[in-house]
């Protein structure tokens, strides 16, 4: 069974940064893509940002571009998302995924099928 862990989330002040953490466990992210997704209370799930663990082709939503960086470290089966410049607009909380996924589905909900349980963030003002 392939499992998934979210950590890392908080609270912080507006400006901030946080470092999330998502370990897979019962298989390996080299076959695999991993998203970031988040979702805010009385929101839809939007994508975040994605890689794909061979090759290292990344994607982000156009909202954090300069602000997140997602990376990953295959011998550890580990993805993160450090997270810069933090909103309060970027208050959610925050999943990751597994999939086998392509280029052309790296930003669909769809594409993922392992999901981890959630974490946190809350940005104040």
């Known amino acids: 069974q392939v499992t998934l862990g979210e950590s890392g989330g908080g609270l912080v002040q507006a400006g901030g940064s946080l470092r999330l953490s998502c370990a897979l466990s019962?298989?390996?992210?080299?076959?695999?893509?991993v998203g970031w997704f988040r979702q805010a209370p009385g929101r839809e799930r939007e994508f975040v940002a994605a890689i794909k663990s061979s090759g290292g082709e990344r994607r982000y939503t156009e909202s954090v571009k300069g602000r997140f960086t997602i990376s990953g470290d295959n011998a550890k089966n580990t993805v993160f998302l450090q997270m810069n410049s933090l909103r309060p607009e970027d208050t959610a909380v925050y999943y990751c995924?597994?999939?086998?996924?392509?280029?052309?589905?790296?930003?669909?909900?769809?594409?993922?099928?392992?999901w981890g349980q959630g974490t946190q963030v809350t940005v104040s003002s």
């Open positions: 995924g597994v999939g086998r996924v392509i280029s052309s589905s790296m930003t669909s909900e769809s594409a993922y099928y392992y």
């Open positions: 019962g298989g390996h992210f080299s076959r695999y893509g």
